[in-house]
């Protein structure tokens, strides 16, 4: 009795730890992986939201990030924040590029998502889909987790690598 007691015990856990890690699960399209979506929860009165993630190009040629569609927002654009003479600027790209080999992060202070204008507040322990559109790979549905609105970039971060 003991023992089935200890086995149901043993594959309860391992189907908890299975279904947690279905959170950090990567979504692939050709030799683009992309891992580790998520956004915060956006404040009251907050209408736009920044999105963040990591895309990895396994493969042997160039590829590029072009458009990012969501319908959770009246509109979705790729941003790159840079800062010069201590001072931080927020610009519109066409793309980002995603090197052979390579991995590009999206993270607050750099290249991110922004969803303009959003339809309804992002609430922790959501998802807000969406689909990512690269120039050679195509296009691949993913879904980013919603944080609570404090969080900070690699604060108790699980990443699938």
Same mark, same amino acid.
């Given at each position: 009795m003991n023992f089935r007691k200890l086995a149901l015990g043993v594959a309860t856990t391992?189907?908890?730890?299975?279904?947690?890690s279905a959170w950090a699960h990567d979504y692939k399209v050709g030799q683009i992986e992309v891992d580790d979506l998520w956004v915060r929860a956006t404040a009251p009165g907050q209408v736009n939201g920044a999105g963040y993630m990591d895309i990895d190009n396994n493969g042997a040629t160039n590829d590029r990030l072009?458009?990012?569609?969501s319908g959770?927002?009246?509109?979705?654009?790729l941003h790159q924040t840079s800062t010069t003479d201590g001072v931080s600027s927020m610009r519109k790209v066409e793309g980002v590029e995603v090197p052979a080999h390579s991995e590009v992060k999206f993270a607050p202070?750099? %290249?991110?998502?922004?969803?303009? %204008?959003?339809?309804?507040?992002?609430?922790?322990?959501?998802?807000?889909?969406?689909?990512l559109v690269f120039e050679k790979a195509g296009s691949v549905d993913v879904e980013f987790k919603v944080k609570p609105l404090g969080h900070k970039a690699g604060a108790a971060a699980h990443h699938g690598h």
């Open positions: 391992a189907a908890l730890v299975l279904h947690g072009v458009a990012i569609r959770v927002a009246q509109s979705v654009e202070g750099g %290249n991110h998502v922004m969803f303009l %204008n959003l339809k309804a507040p992002l609430q922790e322990g959501t998802t807000v889909p969406a689909t």
